[in-house]
């Protein structure tokens, strides 16, 4: 059974820092391409950052390049967000969810074909 | 940034009823089109991707089509279960980026 479980959340004040978890299991992993998106509370979806199977290609939203870094450890099945310099507007749920693959070739590597359940992250102004 | 634009933002149906949601994507996408459903208090599930192709386990009520900026998801015969909250997704250039939500209730 494929699953992704994040953890980490919390309150933190503005300015401050959090570090966010995603542990997998039930598939490779290390093959894939990861990724975090957010929900602010009431809102959309957002993506964030995704990172490589092998984590040598990053790519952030710009609104949180220089502040966040996302990174993995393949041998513990782990995807990690470090977030710095937390602002008020940071505030949402965090879900890492699996793809997309810029070099798919068929099935269903084209979406977000796999989610967490999310982890809350407030950030008090 | 590649902005997605779902309409209509919210949608008043029945069970049974035949149900249309439409993306545009403000510039040509291919074929990198993705439909998610999201539930109260629950991550999203995708329901289609690469504009027509169901996923694994979803019912073929659900349909996809369109190419290049324009998009629409069909649910035939509504069921109890699909009352909820759909996003459109791009996947051809990062930012990748999703449209607004329409959300789908029960007349």
């Known amino acids: 059974h494929e699953q992704l479980v994040e953890s980490g959340g919390g309150l933190v004040k503005s300015g401050g820092s959090l570090r966010l978890s995603c542990g997998a299991s039930?598939?490779?992993?290390?093959?894939?391409?990861l990724n975090w998106i957010r929900q602010a509370p009431g809102k959309g979806l957002e993506w964030i950052a995704y990172?490589?199977?092998?984590?040598?290609?990053?790519s952030y939203t710009d609104s949180v390049t220089g502040r966040f870094t996302i990174s993995r450890d393949n041998a513990k099945k782990s995807l990690f967000l470090q977030m710095n310099g937390l602002r008020a507007e940071d505030t949402a749920v965090y879900y890492c969810?699996?793809?997309?693959?810029?070099?798919?070739?068929?099935?269903?590597?084209?979406?977000?074909?796999?989610w967490g359940q999310g982890t809350m992250v407030t950030v008090s102004s | 940034d590649i902005q997605m634009t779902q309409s209509p933002s919210s949608l008043s149906a029945s069970v049974g009823d035949r149900v249309a949601i439409t993306c545009r994507a403000s510039?040509?996408?291919?074929?990198?089109l993705n439909w998610y459903q999201q539930k109260p208090g629950k991550a999203p599930r995708v329901v289609i991707y690469?504009?027509?192709n169901l996923q694994h386990g979803v019912p073929s009520r659900f349909s996809g089509s369109g190419s290049g900026t324009d998009f629409t998801l069909n649910i035939s015969s509504l069921q109890p279960e699909d009352f909820a909250t759909y996003y459109c997704?791009?996947?051809?250039?990062?930012?990748?980026?999703f449209g607004q939500g329409t959300t789908l209730e029960i007349k």
């Open positions: 990172i490589s199977g092998s984590g040598n290609s990053l």
């Open positions: 690469a504009v027509s």
């Open positions: 969810a699996r793809g997309v693959d810029p070099y798919c070739r068929g099935g269903n590597c084209y979406s977000f074909n796999l």
């Open positions: 039930g598939f490779t992993f290390s093959d894939d391409y």
């Open positions: 510039q040509s996408i291919s074929k990198y």
């Open positions: 997704q791009q996947s051809h250039t990062t930012p990748y980026t």
